[in-house]
Nanobody, 125 residues
């Protein structure tokens, strides 16, 4: 059973930074998985902000976070990160880590197989 545990959320002022972590377990390797970070703000649909193949290669970023957010992974720790810089109040949301079997970068939530519990990010103005 794959488990994803997020951490690193919190309250930050606009312009600040946070790094979210997603510790993955339940597999000896996630090399055949795609990892995604999603967010959901109150009253809004869940959207993918970043995604990457665990094996490397192409990454995806939501237009509104390009140049500010970076997705990465640490193979030794089986952990995926989302570095968020220059945060804006509109980045306020619950952020979720997700994993899907396969190598195709997909951005819709219904194709992801496993989800973390979410971590709150609040950016004050």
């Amino acid at each position: 059973q794959v488990q994803l545990v997020e951490s690193g959320g919190g309250l930050v002022q606009a312009g600040g930074s946070l790094r979210l972590s997603c510790a993955a377990s339940g597999r000896t390797t996630f090399i055949n998985y795609v990892m995604g970070w999603f967010r959901q703000a109150p009253g809004k649909e869940r959207e993918c902000v970043a995604a990457m193949r665990w094996s490397g290669g192409s990454t995806y970023y939501l237009d509104s976070v390009k140049g500010r957010f970076t997705i990465s992974r640490d193979n030794a720790k089986n952990t995926v990160y989302l570095q968020m810089n220059s945060l804006k109040p509109e980045d306020t949301a619950v952020y979720f880590c997700a994993a899907r079997r396969g190598l195709e970068l997909r951005l819709t939530e219904n194709v992801y197989d496993y989800w973390g519990q979410g971590t709150q990010v609040t950016v004050s103005s």
